[in-house]
């Protein structure tokens, strides 16, 4: 099987200006796209956490991190990058835009490697108009670089397998271990390139196909991957320790969680939002997409049938690994940004199959099933432009930067903000002025590792909300969370409530966050 899989690969076309062209086109459209919605939104809890931490040392961030639930290396990145480019919104995002772009470009090389330029330009456009690695590229979090690693690590792979050479065995390993030091779920996509592995080397016998599945190449990759990640190991098993043992915020799984997240990739939208048109729609791409497949595996060639099986494990399998990952006795861990790094192989297995379809089926076969896809992509992308970075696990539009903005606007010089979580602190914060500075309550009895960052740090921590007030004249704008009622007021003192800050355009039982000026009694 190795034999037809370097056959195919000798088969390239030769690398000309179309395909830098293909590449810049595809490349284009994904940043206008991707810059056209990245300053739109507010920076919201996980973004602003990330923001708040890289104000530390590089030994300080690793130090807080550690005590959270991710490893350290993107916000040592994100650091550096805020050094270049400054802290500006589209600053800190966009370096989750052009990770984004570099996978996108190694599942084009992946891609044209087998199939040629024509398939490579189908599979460009179709990423570039996904409405998740659109709406991941404007998120200032780990998922793009995780994204970029893996799509880098599969090609290396699939080099090395093609042509091995130490260098490229060392290559992978090393893209193996950064990827753990980004996210620990890329350790999924790892696994399937085991599961690729075993297929590509299976032969007649158990036995022969263990000695070809664990060559000394092999082997020693991993040892050496694990090697790096040594050093950072002992903090990954405490916080899956923490997180097993103590629970988290991620909902159990149900039969509707696949078909939830496949909605997601298409449309941008959670299942329960698929009705009517939408679900006629989908229920047509679904179908759509499953013939394509079948009917583009018959008409491939060996060597070319291997490296869709290549995409076909990268798309499907680390979701059914994240879903017996959620099963008991282990605690739920299904979240669709999880599977991001898997998303660009979705887009490589439609790009393999509508190309392929479309040159040898008849038009009027592929053509209506080609266009209703691009359609749905296109509803998808709306979707992401319309709802922005939405929170869908908790149901809030996050309008931190316009409740602040109107604060400062209405606020006097000097007034206080004052948040009643550390969490609100740290997205506030992100739009903190010296005209009306952000403060919180102490919650020093807290045990997140979040709060490590505050909960030893005096900075802007205010113990009693009535001596606080006091000292700024009696007033002061305090932001709570509650979803219907009366607003929250700081647990000590006697206050009354002056006025209320409503954002325009968000209904008031959409948002939980809602601020008031009070004053004093």
């Known amino acids: 099987m190795l034999d037809k899989i370097k056959r195919i690969f000798s088969q390239r076309e030769a690398w000309s200006h179309k395909d830098w062209a293909i590449l810049a086109v595809g490349l284009g459209v994904f940043g206008v796209l991707s ?17 708040y931490l890289i104000r530390h040392s590089f030994a300080e961030v690793a130090a807080f991190t ?8 993107y916000y040592w990145l994100l650091k550096v990058w805020q050094m270049l480019f400054g802290s500006s919104e589209i600053a800190l995002r966009s370096l989750s835009m052009v990770m984004v772009a570099v996978a996108i470009v190694f599942m084009y090389l992946l891609v044209r490697k087998s199939f040629g330029r024509r398939v490579g330009a189908w ?10 690695l659109i709406r991941y590229s404007e998120e ?15 090609y290396v792979l699939v080099s090395a397998t093609e042509r091995p050479s130490r260098r490229k065995w060392i290559l992978y390993g090393i893209l193996v271990s950064l990827g753990m030091w980004t996210h620990y779920y890329t350790a999924i ?3 399937a390139h085991w599961v690729w592995r075993y297929m590509t080397v299976r032969t007649t016998t158990a036995k022969k196909t263990a000695r070809a599945f664990w060559t000394k190449e092999w082997v020693w990759t991993h040892i050496l991957a694990v090697a790096l990640f040594l050093p950072w190991l002992p903090h990954m098993v405490k916080q899956m320790a923490n997180v097993q043992g103590g629970g988290f915020w991620i909902h159990p799984i149900t039969a509707t969680t696949p078909f939830n997240f496949l909605t997601n990739i298409i449309l941008y939208r959670e299942n329960h939002e698929v009705s009517s048109w939408l679900a006629i729609l989908m229920l047509a791409i679904m179908t759509g997409i499953v013939v394509a497949i079948v009917l583009a595996y018959k008409k491939l060639r060996a060597g070319q049938k291997e490296t869709l099986r290549l995409f076909m494990v990268m798309a499907f399998v680390p979701m059914l690994l994240l879903l017996a990952l959620s099963l008991p006795p282990l605690r739920p861990s299904f979240v669709d940004r999880y599977l991001l790094p898997s998303i660009p192989f979705w887009f490589g297995l439609l790009g393999i199959s509508v190309a392929t379809v479309l040159a040898k089926q008849k038009a009027r076969v592929a053509l209506p099933a080609t266009v209703l896809l691009l359609v749905g992509l296109s509803l998808g992308v709306a979707h992401v432009y319309t709802v922005g970075n939405y929170n869908k696990n908790a149901n809030d539009p996050l309008p931190i930067r316009q409740t602040v903005r109107q604060m400062q606007q209405l606020g006097a010089v ?3 903000i004052l948040s009643s979580s550390s969490w609100r602190f740290y997205e506030m914060h992100y739009y903190d002025t010296e005209r009306n500075p952000v403060y919180f309550e102490a919650t020093d009895n807290l045990t997140w590792g979040s709060y490590d960052m505050l909960r030893y740090n005096p900075y802007r921590k205010v113990y009693g909300a009535p001596d606080f007030a006091k000292e700024h004249g009696g007033t002061i704008w305090y932001v709570g969370d509650w979803k219907a009622g009366s607003p929250i007021l700081p647990r000590q003192g006697s206050w009354e409530v002056l006025r209320e800050v409503k954002v325009d355009g968000i209904p008031d039982n959409q948002s939980t966050i809602h601020a008031v000026e009070i004053r004093l009694k």
């Open 189 to 191: 996509m790892w696994l």
């Open 123 to 132: 599979t460009m456009l179709l990423m570039a108009l996904s409405p998740m």
């Open 66 to 73: 550690a005590a959270d639930v991710h490893p350290p290396l």
């Open 414 to 416: 000097g007034q206080p």
């Open 35 to 51: 810059l056209g919605n990245m300053a739109r939104w507010s920076i919201w809890f996980d973004e602003a956490y990330g923001v």
């Open 140 to 154: 200032a979090r780990m998922y793009g670089m995780a994204m970029a690693i893996v799509a880098a690590a599969t």
